[in-house]
C-alpha cells in the first residue's frame, strides 16, 4: 500500500449518482466538495473519470472467524438441520484448522477489495473454543486496520444455557474487548427463552453495551421471542442499540400479524438485519422502512462449513435484497444500496458516516450510469478508499492477503 | 474470430472436475477424449491449465427481443401489477426503439461469452408488433450462428384470445420459423383456460411442434391451470415436448398437493422451467428431479423494462437456484449445475449433447478446484468454445457486439 497520508483529491467523480464533483480528503476526512478543487501541492490526485461515488460499504452481519476461503475447497456433505449444521462446524474446526486469525484477515482483504470499510462480526464463544476466536478476529482487525473497521460480537453459537460455562465465557470476551453482546434462538436452540435473554440482557445492561441477537425462529415462536426482545429493549431504555438478525419470523404470509410485528419493533427502536436468503421467509425490508425501522445488511457466513456460497461482497449483496424483495424501480434498487450502507452505519451507530464534509473519507468508486445500474451489474470495484488513502484499484487490494500467519 | 475450423485440441482440462485429459474436437465434433493426445498436424492446440470443462451452458428460458443491454440504463418506475409491466412494455418498445434484432444480437454475445452455447427464447407475438420481433430473432440467431443455436417460441405474451388477431400472428410465426408454440396464463391474463389451451395445443398438432407455456398462476389457480396443461399433453401423446415455465404453483407450501401436482407432471412427461426468482415460491428441484422429472433453468428477462436484473451468466443462475432451493451440498450444487447444462438439453431435446465421444464440441472452460465451486464463485470463463471452435476468451466474446444495426 503506498503512503497512508490520508490526504486525496479525487477529481470528476459523482456523489451517489449525481453531477460530477471533486472531494478533496484531509487527514482522513472530506474536507472539500466541489466542482474543479485545486489541490493543495503534494495531495496525490486520482482522476474518477465520471465515476459514482458512494460512502463505504458496511457489512453489518458476518462470521469472520468461519470462512473457509483461501484453504482449498471445503466438500460440503452435512446433514440439512441447524444443528447439524453447529455440530459439524465445532467439529470441522480442528480437523480443518480453521484459524479465526488468519481466516478473518482474508475476508477482511477480500470484503475491502469489494468495496467494505465497515464490518460487524459475531464471533463465536464456546466451551470447547473458549475465547480463542474473538482474540483472533481481535488479532485479525488490528492488522487489518487500514482497510476496515471491524466490530466484534460476541456469539454463543453453540447455545448459552444448554453448554454451561458459556456464560462466563462471554464475560470474558467482552473483558477483552467484543463490543456487543449476541445470543441465539432462545426457544430453538437455547430452550429457555427467559434464560437466555434475561442473561444477555443483563450481560448488555451491565457491560453497557449493545445487543445483536441471531432470531432464525420461524412463525408463532419466532414472535414469541421477538416480544421478550422487544419488552427487554424497552426496559432498558435500549431504544438503538438492540439489532435482530434474520428475524424469519417478520416474514410471514400473515399481513396482520406481520404489521403487528413491525409495529412492535418500530416502536422500541429495535434494527433488523437481514441478509436476505432466497430459500426462507424474511424481514419486508420496504414496510420496515416504511415503519421507520433501521434496516441493515449482511453477508452472513462466507465459503464455510455451513454452506459453500459468499464472497463477502455487499453490492451483491444489495442485488440478492432486491431479488429476495422484488425490488425492480430504481427507487427501490437505490433503497437496496442504502440498506448496505448507511442503514449498516446506523444500526452500528457509526460516527462519521456518509458523503458529507466533515465525514471519514471512506469511499467506493463504482463504473456505472446509475446507482441502481451499479447494484445489478456489480462492477468491479474502480477505487476503494479507507479514511482518504486508497486501499484497493480495480479489484485487487493494495494489501496482500496474508495467507500464512 | 479466427479461423473456424472446428477442429482444436485441449490439452489437460478436467471434465466435470474429475482427472484431467485432453479433448480433441474435429470437425466441430469431441473426436478423442484420453490422457495426453497427439494432435495431428496443424490442429490448434489450447493449454487448459488443468482447469474444469462443462459442456455448454443451456438457456432454456429468456427473452432475447426485450433486453435493453447496451443501450443506457433505463429508469423503472413502473407499476407493481403484471399488467402494468406487460403495457408498460408495449408502449416504451416503440419510445425506446427496442429493435429485436439488435438486442437479440447484443444478447447472444453476452450469453456466449458467459458459456452459454443453446438458447430457448421466447419471442413476443402481438397485435401492435405483429410477427416483427419474430423477424428480428431469427435475423440475429442467422448472424450469430456461430456462436450459439437459438430456438424460438412465438409467444403471445399481451394475451392470445382477449386480443383477436394474435392467434393468426402465432401461425404466421410458425410459418416463419419459430419451433416452438407460447403460452401464458390461461387463466389470469387470457381468462379462457380452455380456449387458450385447446388453441396453443391445436396449434402444437397442427404443426408437430413443443409446448412451452408460461404460467406464473399460484395456488389453486395455478394448479388447475396445470391439470389442464398435463390432460391435453396425455390426450396428443405428447410426453417430452411440453414445458411449462416457472410453474410458482408447485412451489406451494402445502406438501401433500406439491407432491400430487409434481407426480402429474412427472407421469405426463412434462419438463419444468424456472429462473428460481427469490420473490416468489418456486418449482421444489430436487423434489421434482427425484420424481423423475426434466428440470431446466434460465435466466428470464435480462435487463428490460420489466426489471434491472441479469446478466445471462447461467453459472450464476445455477447459484440462484442453489440459492433459492437451499442446495449446499456439493452433490446438490452439481445438480443445480446440471439443470443449467443437461436439463436444459433434455428439456429442449438437443441432438448430440454432452462431453462423450462424438457429442457437438460445445464446451465451457472454468477455472475452479471442483463443480461447486465454479457455481458459487463464478469465474470468468477462461474459453467458450462452440462446435469445436473458440468463440470467448478470458470473459471476451471473439465476436464484437453488433452495436447499431
Redesign the interface.
Known amino acids: 500500500m503506498g503512503a497512508m497520508t490520508g490526504d486525496l483529491l479525487l477529481h470528476n467523480v459523482r456523489p451517489r449518482g449525481g453531477p460530477p464533483v471533486d472531494l478533496l480528503a484531509r487527514d482522513g476526512r472530506l474536507a472539500e466538495i466541489g466542482p474543479d478543487l485545486s489541490p493543495p501541492a503534494a495531495i496525490e490526485t486520482v482522476d474518477g473519470g465520471g465515476a459514482i461515488v458512494i460512502p463505504g460499504l458496511v457489512e453489518a452481519h458476518t462470521h469472520l472467524d468461519k470462512t473457509l476461503l483461501g484453504m482449498?475447497?471445503y466438500?460440503?456433505?452435512?446433514g440439512p438441520r441447524l444443528i447439524d449444521r453447529i455440530e459439524n462446524e465445532r467439529r470441522e474446526k480442528g480437523r480443518l484448522g480453521i484459524d479465526p486469525a488468519r481466516q478473518s484477515a482474508r475476508m477482511i482483504v477480500q470484503a475491502s477489495r469489494m468495496g467494505t470499510t465497515h464490518i460487524r462480526s459475531h464471533v463465536d464463544v464456546d466451551t470447547e473454543m473458549g475465547v480463542r476466536a474473538i482474540e483472533g478476529v481481535m488479532a485479525a482487525r488490528a492488522r487489518m486496520a487500514a482497510l476496515a473497521d471491524v466490530e466484534i460480537v460476541a456469539f454463543p453459537q453453540s447455545g448459552l444455557l444448554i453448554r454451561p460455562g458459556t456464560a462466563a465465557l462471554m464475560e470474558a470476551a467482552l473483558d477483552l474487548g467484543a463490543e456487543v453482546v449476541g445470543g441465539l434462538d432462545p426457544c430453538a436452540i437455547d430452550r429457555d427463552p427467559k434464560g437466555h435473554l434475561d442473561l444477555i440482557f443483563g450481560l448488555a445492561e451491565r457491560y453497557g453495551r449493545p445487543v445483536d441477537i441471531h432470531l432464525h425462529e420461524p412463525g408463532t415462536m419466532g414472535a414469541f421471542s421477538l416480544e421478550l426482545i422487544v419488552e427487554r429493549t424497552r426496559a432498558l431504555g435500549m431504544t438503538g442499540k438492540v439489532t435482530i438478525s434474520h428475524a424469519f419470523c417478520l416474514g410471514t404470509p400473515d399481513a396482520h400479524e406481520a404489521d403487528r410485528l413491525i409495529g412492535l419493533v418500530a416502536d422500541a427502536g429495535v434494527h433488523i438485519a437481514t441478509t436476505?436468503?432466497?430459500?426462507r421467509p424474511v424481514p419486508p425490508v420496504k414496510k420496515l422502512r416504511a415503519a421507520g425501522v433501521v434496516v441493515c445488511g449482511g453477508s452472513d457466513g462466507v465459503?464455510d462449513t455451513?454452506?459453500?456460497?459468499?464472497?463477502a461482497d455487499m453490492l451483491e449483496r444489495a442485488?440478492?435484497i432486491?431479488?429476495?424483495?422484488?425490488l425492480?424501480?430504481?427507487?427501490e434498487?437505490e433503497l437496496a444500496l442504502d440498506i448496505c450502507t448507511r442503514g449498516g452505519a446506523e444500526a452500528m451507530a457509526l460516527d462519521g458516516y456518509g458523503l458529507e464534509v466533515g465525514c471519514h473519507a471512506d469511499l467506493v468508486l463504482l463504473d456505472a450510469?446509475?446507482v441502481?445500474?451499479a447494484?445489478?451489474?456489480r462492477p468491479t470495484r474502480r477505487l476503494v478508499v479507507k479514511r482518504g488513502t486508497v486501499v484497493a484499484k480495480n479489484g485487487h487490494s493494495l494489501l496482500e492477503p496474508a495467507a500464512d500467519h
Chains 1, 2 share one sequence.
Open positions: 482449498g475447497w466438500r460440503n456433505e452435512v436476505a436468503p432466497a430459500s465459503r455451513w454452506g459453500p456460497y459468499g464472497n442485488m440478492l432486491g431479488l429476495k424483495n422484488d425492480r424501480r430504481d427507487d434498487v450510469e446509475t441502481a445500474e447494484v445489478v451489474a
